[in-house]
C-alpha cells in the first residue's frame, strides 16, 4: 500500500510547495485517479508518491509517504522500483533507447536485477501478455506509434513487477483509440493485484477506470 | 586495410554507411591536395599530400570499420559480457545514440516550428535566419531529456547492485579469436618496429 499522510513537496532550490499538503491511499488492485488544474501539483504527486522524490531528485519533503510501510526516503532507487513503478507523459524518454527489440527493452529492468535468465523471459513474456503486446516483442522500440511506445513503456515497468504503479497523464498525447487501449491496460494491471495512482485530465478515462478520484 | 575494410562492409550489409564515411573524408583529401600542391605555403608536393591522406585513412579506418560491421546494441552487450560495468556501457550507448535523437528531435523542432510559420527554405540567408529558432529548443530539449532519462533509468532498477544478467551470449568462433590475437600483435609488432625506429620518419 502507498500512503501519503499530510504529505507536501518543494523542489531543490525553490521556496513555493509544489505539492500542497496532500494525504491519500492506494491499495493493492485499486485505481486512484487524480485531476485538477495545470500547476497543482498532479506531476509532483506522482514523484512524490514513487518516492522519486525526494530519493533522486532532491527537495524537501513534509510530513510521511510510506510505501509497503516503509517511508520512501528510507529505501534506494533500485529499491523503491520494485514497490513502485512511474510511468511520465512522455514515454519516448522511459525507453532506453539502446535496444533492437521491443522484447530486450522489456527485459531491461528484470536484467537490472540480476535475476536468472529464466525469471528474466518469465517477467517479459508476463508482463507483454498482460497488455497484449506480443505481437510487439520483435519490433523496433524506436518505431513504434505514440500508443504502442506508451504500452512498451508500461510493460517495461511491469516486468520488474512494482506493487504499485504511478501513471503521470498516460493518455495525453494520444487518440481516443489509443487512450482506450491504455485505459484496458490499466484495467487489466489493477485486475492482477496492482495498485494503479492515475493522474489526468481525461475525464472519461477517470470515469472509465478509477475507483475514486481525487481533485488537487 | 581499406580493401578489408570495404569487403567488412559489404559482409555486414552496411556499404552505404562506409560510403557515407568515405564521403565525409572528400573535403579534408581536396584540402590537403589544394594545399601541397597549388599554395606556395603548403609545397609538399603529391607525396606529402597523398602521405597526409594515408595517414588520416589509417586513423579514422579502425572507427569507420567498427561502427560500419558492428551493431551499436551488440557492441553494447559483448562489452558488458567481459565485465565492463553497465554504467560505462550506459554512458558509451547514450553516447552513440546521442547524435540519432538529437536529429530526431531537431525534425520535430522544425516541424513545429514550421507549423507556427517559420519559412526553413529558400536562399541560404532565409534558411540561416530559420536556424536560430531551432538551436535553442533542441539544445535545452536535450538537456531536459537528459534527467528524465536518468529518472526513467531509476523506476527500473538500474541503480540495483551486483551483475546484470545478460540476454543473449554473442557467438565467438575460433576464427574470430584467432583474428583478434593476430590483430593484437600485429599492432604489437608495429609499435615495436616504430620505437627501434625500423619503420616511419
Known amino acids: 500500500m502507498i500512503v501519503l499522510d499530510q504529505a507536501s513537496y518543494r523542489y531543490p532550490g525553490t521556496s513555493t510547495w509544489a505539492l500542497p499538503t496532500t494525504s491519500l491511499e492506494l491499495r493493492p488492485g485499486e485505481v486512484v485517479g487524480v485531476t485538477g488544474a495545470n500547476e497543482r501539483g498532479k506531476t509532483t504527486l506522482c514523484m512524490v508518491a514513487a518516492g522519486l522524490a525526494p530519493v533522486t531528485i532532491g527537495g524537501e519533503l513534509r510530513g510521511r509517504v510510506l510505501v509497503d510501510g516503509r517511508p520512501t526516503v528510507e529505501l534506494a532507487g533500485y529499491e523503491l522500483a520494485q514497490r513502485c513503478g512511474v510511468l511520465f507523459d512522455n514515454p519516448t524518454v522511459q525507453l532506453t533507447g539502446l535496444h533492437r527489440i521491443v522484447y530486450e527493452e522489456v527485459a531491461f529492468g528484470p536484467c537490472n536485477l540480476g535475476l536468472p535468465l529464466a525469471e528474466v523471459h518469465e517477467r517479459t513474456q508476463a508482463a507483454l501478455r498482460i497488455l497484449a503486446v506480443e505481437h510487439l516483442a520483435g519490433r523496433n522500440p524506436g518505431h513504434l506509434s505514440g500508443g504502442e511506445t506508451q504500452l512498451v513503456a508500461l510493460a517495461g515497468l511491469l516486468a520488474v513487477r512494482p506493487g504499485h504503479l504511478v501513471l503521470d497523464e498516460p493518455t495525453s498525447r494520444l487518440d481516443p483509440e489509443r487512450s482506450l487501449q491504455v485505459a484496458d491496460a490499466i484495467a487489466r494491471v489493477a485486475g492482477a493485484g496492482v495498485g494503479v495512482l492515475l493522474t489526468a485530465h481525461d475525464e472519461e478515462l477517470l470515469a472509465r477506470v478509477c475507483g475514486q478520484v481525487i481533485e488537487l | ?201
Open chain 2, 1 to 201: 586495410m581499406a580493401l578489408l575494410t570495404a569487403l567488412s562492409a559489404l559482409r555486414a550489409g552496411r556499404i552505404q554507411r562506409l560510403a557515407v564515411a568515405a564521403l565525409a573524408l572528400t573535403p579534408v583529401a581536396a584540402s590537403s591536395l589544394l594545399i601541397n600542391l597549388l599554395l606556395p605555403a603548403g609545397g609538399g608536393g603529391l607525396a606529402t599530400a597523398v602521405a597526409a591522406l594515408l595517414r588520416l585513412i589509417g586513423a579514422t579506418l579502425p572507427l569507420t570499420l567498427l561502427f560500419a560491421t558492428t551493431d551499436a546494441a551488440d557492441l553494447l552487450n559483448d562489452l558488458e559480457a567481459r565485465g565492463v560495468g553497465r554504467r560505462a556501457v550506459f554512458v558509451l550507448g547514450a553516447a552513440l545514440a546521442a547524435v540519432p535523437r538529437a536529429q530526431a528531435r531537431a525534425v520535430d523542432v522544425i516541424e513545429a516550428q514550421r507549423a507556427r510559420g517559420l519559412d526553413t527554405e529558400g536562399s541560404w540567408r532565409r534558411r540561416l535566419r530559420g536556424l536560430v529558432p531551432l538551436v535553442t529548443p533542441v539544445v535545452i530539449g536535450s538537456l531536459a531529456e537528459v534527467e528524465d532519462r536518468t529518472l526513467a533509468l531509476e523506476v527500473r532498477a538500474f541503480g540495483a547492485p551486483g551483475r546484470r544478467t545478460l540476454l543473449r551470449r554473442l557467438p565467438d568462433s575460433r576464427l574470430q579469436r584467432a583474428a583478434r590475437w593476430t590483430m593484437g600483435l600485429l599492432l604489437a609488432l608495429g609499435l615495436a618496429a616504430r620505437a627501434a625506429g625500423v619503420t616511419g620518419p
